[in-house]
């Protein structure tokens, strides 16, 4: 039974780990957290007052660790006003996450699972899916801060008694997900018409639930030991296929007009909402074979069955 600590336990990712390792009453679980804004079962010893900065102390947090899965994170800001957005992004995601690494290394800590993003293989596929071992393109000061973590873990863990686990998954849904995809749940709730009905783009998605199996999989599993991996519900969907899916789920049809993606596009530029039109129309596809082989992992929840999940929680 590892002792294992998660940080960013308050976030949407973290939370959802702490309450499937609390079910499994199989591990000791430690949670680090700046301030509580949740509530945490009795069985999970917090630590409060833990900020990520790159001097933090994290000698009493990780006594007796035996595995650190590092969730938290500087994420994108809205109209973020920093004259220096790469530099504000490394002091958390790099210098931060590097601090913690080192210290849990000394503290005799066995494996560190860092949390990373697909962005760092890029913003978009045309020809064939991201694989875990392609070239990065981190296409933003965030992302590119995450690639910076993973190559100086990766570094520090190499030949060392610790082995880190780097973790890239696509955009996460699930119940009271935050950011485009709750976006897209409260769109098709309201039964608006979308001229979105003959988008035949390919994007990967992972439920939650998918995302947390994978990880506590990393928790221990031999082969996972100094790999990246990527991870998918291992169906990948238009944005039209998507939103009928969402609709069905919702007990509320989605009415999806046919207009034909080059004037959304053309649209969506004179309106400066290219990034969006971007996450919308384009392709993002992973490939998930490595993982599935490697691990022996094929993820527990079907697509139709995450949606119902997540839409049950909506209506």
């Known amino acids: 039974m590892p002792n294992i600590l998660i940080t960013g336990a308050n976030g949407f990712i973290g939370n959802a780990i702490v309450s499937k390792l609390v079910a499994n009453d199989k591990d000791r679980v430690r949670v680090a957290i700046r301030k509580a804004s949740r509530h945490f079962p009795e069985t999970v010893e917090v630590h409060e007052g833990i900020d990520l900065a790159g001097e933090t102390d994290w000698t009493r947090a990780l006594q007796d660790i035996d595995v650190v899965i590092h969730c938290a994170a500087r994420v994108h800001v809205m109209r973020d006003t920093s004259t220096n957005p790469l530099s504000d992004f490394r002091k958390i995601n790099t210098e931060g996450t590097l601090n913690l690494a080192r210290q849990a290394q000394a503290a005799g800590v066995k494996r560190f699972i860092f949390l990373s993003s697909l962005g760092v293989n890029g913003e978009s596929t045309?020809?064939?899916?991201?694989?875990?071992?392609?070239?990065?393109?981190?296409?933003?000061?965030?992302?590119?801060?995450?690639?910076?973590?993973?190559?100086?873990?990766?570094?520090?863990?190499?030949?060392?008694?610790?082995?880190a686990v780097i973790i890239r998954p696509p955009l996460v849904y699930g119940p009271n997900a935050p950011g485009n995809f709750g976006s897209l749940i409260r769109v098709v709730n309201?039964?608006?018409?979308?001229?979105?009905?003959?988008?035949?783009?390919?994007r990967s998605f992972v439920f939650?639930?998918?995302?947390?199996?994978?990880?506590?999989?990393?928790?221990?599993?031999?082969?996972?030991?100094n790999q990246t991996f990527l991870v998918s519900d291992d169906e990948d969907l238009s944005t039209t296929q998507l939103l009928r899916k969402i609709g069905n789920a919702l007990g509320?049809?989605?009415l999806l007009l046919p207009v034909p993606t080059f004037m959304l596009h053309a649209a969506a530029k004179c309106l400066g909402k290219g990034k969006v039109a971007q996450q919308l129309l384009g392709s993002l596809q992973v490939d998930i074979e490595k993982t599935k082989t490697m691990l022996n992992w094929k993820p527990p929840v079907s697509v139709d069955d995450a949606l119902r999940k997540t839409g049950a929680t909506q209506r």
Do not use: W
Not at 148 to 153: D, G, Q, R
């Open 126 to 163: 045309t020809d064939a899916p991201f694989k875990a071992d392609d070239t990065p393109h981190p296409h933003s000061p965030y992302t590119q801060s995450k690639l910076e973590a993973e190559t100086a873990l990766m570094e520090l863990t190499r030949g060392g008694p610790m082995s």
């Open 190 to 202: 309201k039964r608006l018409p979308l001229p979105l009905g003959a988008v035949a783009n390919k």
């Open 208 to 225: 939650l639930d998918n995302l947390v199996d994978m990880i506590i999989c990393c928790v221990q599993h031999p082969n996972a030991a």
């Open 252 to 254: 509320k049809p989605t």
